[in-house]
């Protein structure tokens, strides 16, 4: 069972005393303040909401952090969005770098039964991870990158999300990695998704 790290579970923490878009999965909050409009949308129809915030803050010509992280966290998975760490880490990370890359892959594992004590675990072979890692960063520009935000979700035990972390950091040596974990059953396989900012390319 999803064991999620630091839901966002308080609508309080929602209200900002500017421009911002906030979501915690099935609530969402928004506010608009500008010089011809402001609003404070609140709303349960989080995919609906969106879309029209968009198209306003589009029509406002409001081009700035709201909408780099809109973006950015309609890409991300809800556990990952979920994180309050890794969501206050991606702003900050938003006033620095103008550019960000979002990537994803699946890695299949193999299930493991302990009959003995009813418990159920994953492995990840070596080569798998090679394999996963080098098409997740296919499109990374290594000398580019500065910073990178990764997301193991799956029944990972240490060594496999240290060998995953591993593995990435060797592909973009110069940049800082943090690192951030769900623990979900997802049939089978592990997923890894990462954010990486730096100075590429439109």
Do not use: W
Not at 13 to 25: A, D, E, Q, V, W
Not at 133 to 157: D, Q, Y
């Amino acid at each position: 069972m999803a064991q999620n790290p630091e839901v966002i579970d308080d609508r309080e923490m929602l209200y900002k005393p500017r421009n911002s878009i906030l979501t915690n999965g099935d609530f969402v909050r928004a506010r608009i303040n500008h010089q011809v409009v402001n609003l404070d949308v609140q709303s349960t129809d989080v995919a609906k909401t969106l879309s029209e915030v968009r198209k306003i803050l589009e029509c406002l010509g409001t081009e700035g952090e709201e909408l780099s992280v809109f973006d950015l966290r309609n890409s991300l998975s809800l556990e990952f969005q979920n994180n309050a760490s890794a969501m206050e880490e991606i702003q900050r990370l938003l006033g620095l770098e103008q550019r960000f890359r979002v990537v994803k892959e699946a890695i299949p594992a193999i299930a493991e039964l302990d009959l003995l004590h009813g418990r159920k675990s994953i492995r990840i072979e070596h080569a798998a991870i090679h394999r996963a890692i080098a098409s997740l960063m296919e499109e990374i520009e290594p000398s580019e990158t500065k910073h990178a935000l990764v997301h193991v979700k799956g029944m990972t035990g240490e060594n496999d999300r240290l060998m995953i972390l591993d593995h990435i950091h060797e592909r973009v040596p110069d940049a800082s990695v943090r690192a951030y974990s769900t623990q979900q059953d997802l049939d089978g396989k592990v997923v890894v998704e990462a954010v990486f900012f730096g100075d590429y390319e439109e």
